[in-house]
């Protein structure tokens, strides 16, 4: 199991006590970074191990590695004094001291009063974990060999980057006093997965710092939504991929799913520029299953060792699941817009939709799987989309009429639509006030459906609802397709609604 390690970033202590506090239920240990503390506050500092009671690391960060020590003119030897200090004043647990710097008088002093030291080395660059893999596992065995802690935060600049740290790790797996982060949010599954490499803990962060540093996490989120603790090296993973991710509501309605059914597990999100290397990342974390998502639904199926029919058929998979034969494409997007649509329009029975008209507003991902479902009960469809050829192929395989998405389509929608499905990306951030079809009027259409999900009605939405037709928002999908992919994951059936 890995611990979480609390940094306390307060400028003064009184303030570091009260971090400890808010969190202790979620933390094992906290790291206090004296640089970050008011001149006036460092001395302090000694005060703080008998006040918390909780294991502490002393680190005092030099603005070469991040931290704020020498900002304002301190020298290395006022440092390398208030270490010494520090140490003889008070029992550290641990003491973080930066692998490219000797600092043997602190080294001496932190062995002679007990504590463990923490080899560190930071790197903002990109240059360590966009390198070639050798380099980094090198390092990793060079200071692990030390016999000490070894730390390496490096930044992450993209999936590739991840990749990397997780190949090092899985090569020095026989290094068992560890911590590996890589930072950024490409890098933030490594803060929550740090059991899968084998890091000692993680390091977490008060609300503060987080808003400056993406892809840091807090204590409460690491427990209370990924259940962090829990994790050891046979828990069930599953995440959701693509790029951006930081909205996406799926950690939270899987997570809570888990959760309630009492199934082990936890599901995490991964931003994802390249969908390739992070199959090879999740290969070497065991993650089993995986939700995708922009951009990634089409290159996935070309990524997988096989796929349903209906993966196929839609050209696109938004699930990836791992087998023995490796990772099969699924589609539960089709699925889910159908059970969400008669759910909306009151129905268990798909005869309600057979041979009536319905027009599909885009071609993408999202209208492939709409368009596929809707031709297999039997509508008559027309789709319209801005790039003409997408909705001539999509119409070709549905059977459909197409058009662009002007109003030269009108003629093909005079006589009476009685469903329309707006499946295009206008009406969600940043393209929120921005209606598909304006120069269309719903007026007479049974049902509008818009794909999109988000806090708020599209515009087109808004419009149909005016216009008296019945509508259903793309929540309703959302959650419907994520029930067939908690299904695909564990075999059980999640609850309705979330
Ligand atoms: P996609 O494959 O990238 O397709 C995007 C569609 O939007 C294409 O038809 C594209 O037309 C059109 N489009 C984009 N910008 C446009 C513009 N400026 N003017 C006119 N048309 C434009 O994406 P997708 O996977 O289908 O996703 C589309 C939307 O559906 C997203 O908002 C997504 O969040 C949502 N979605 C929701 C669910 C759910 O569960 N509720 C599931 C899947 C998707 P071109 O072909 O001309 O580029």
New binding site residues.
């Given amino acids: 199991m890995s611990a979480i390690c609390l940094i306390l970033n307060s400028p003064d202590i009184e303030g570091a006590i009260l971090q400890v506090e808010e969190n202790r239920q979620y933390i094992n240990l906290a790291e206090l970074r004296v640089d970050l503390l008011k001149p006036s506050e460092r001395t302090r500092a000694a005060e703080l191990p008998e006040k918390v009671q909780i294991p502490l690391i002393l680190t005092i960060r030099l603005a070469e590695d991040g931290g704020r020590w020498g900002i304002n003119g301190e020298s290395e030897a006022e440092r390398i004094n208030l270490f010494l200090a520090l140490l003889n004043s008070a029992p550290w647990s641990f003491v973080d001291i930066e692998g490219n710097h000797p600092l043997t008088e602190v080294r001496r002093a932190a062995e002679a009063v007990g504590a463990k030291i923490i080899r560190s080395v930071h790197d903002f660059s990109d240059n360590l974990l966009s390198g070639p893999v050798p380099v980094l596992t090198d390092l990793i065995s060079r200071l692990g060999a030390e016999g000490n802690i070894l730390k390496i935060a490096a930044n992450c600049a993209d999936s590739a980057a991840l990749l990397n740290l997780a190949r090092a790790a899985a090569a020095t797996k026989f290094l068992d006093k560890k911590i590996l982060i890589a930072m950024g949010e490409y890098g933030s599954p490594s803060r929550i997965l740090s059991q899968r490499h084998g890091s000692l803990w993680t390091y977490a962060t008060s609300l503060r710092e987080m808003k400056s540093q993406p892809g840091q996490l807090q204590p409460k989120t690491l427990e209370k939504l990924y259940r962090f603790r829990k994790i050891d090296k046979s828990t069930p993973l599953f995440a959701v991929v693509g790029n951006p991710i930081a909205h996406s509501k799926s950690p939270v309605i899987h997570n809570r799913w888990l959760q309630d059914l009492d199934v082990e597990g936890t599901y995490i999100p991964i931003r994802t520029d390249n969908l390739a290397g992070t199959l090879e990342t999740c290969d070497i974390w065991d993650i089993s299953g995986l939700s995708v998502t922009?951009?990634h639904?089409e290159v996935a199926l070309t990524l997988a060792d096989s796929a349903s029919n209906l993966a196929q058929k839609t050209g696109s998979a938004?699930t990836l699941i791992k087998t023995s034969g490796g990772w099969r494409a699924e589609n539960t997007?089709a699925e889910?817009f159908l059970q969400s649509l008669k759910e909306g329009m009151g129905t268990s029975s798909e005869e309600t939709l057979f041979g009536r008209k319905a027009l599909i507003i885009?071609?993408?991902?999202?209208?492939r799987a709409v368009a596929h479902v809707l031709c297999n009960v039997g509508m008559k469809l027309t789709i319209l989309?801005?790039?003409i050829d997408?909705a001539r192929t999509l119409a070709e395989e549905c059977k459909a009429e197409w058009g662009p998405?002007d109003k030269k389509a009108l003629p093909k929608l005079a006589s009476g639509i009685f469903l329309a499905v707006q499946?295009?990306?206008?009406g969600?951030p940043p393209?929120e006030r921005i209606d598909?079809i304006p120069w269309w009027n719903p007026v007479g259409c049974s049902f509008v459906y818009d794909?999109?999900?988000g806090s708020s009605e599209t515009p087109f939405l808004r419009r149909a609802q005016v216009a008296g037709c019945q509508t259903i928002s793309?929540?309703a999908?959302?959650k419907a397709?994520a029930r067939l992919q908690f299904q695909l994951f564990t075999g059980i059936v999640p609850p309705s609604p979330v």
Avoid: C, E, H, W
């Fill in positions: 922009i951009p639904k938004n997007d889910g885009g071609a993408g991902g999202a209208a989309n801005r790039s997408k998405l499946t295009t990306s206008l969600m393209n598909p794909v999109i999900y793309g929540l999908m959302f397709q």
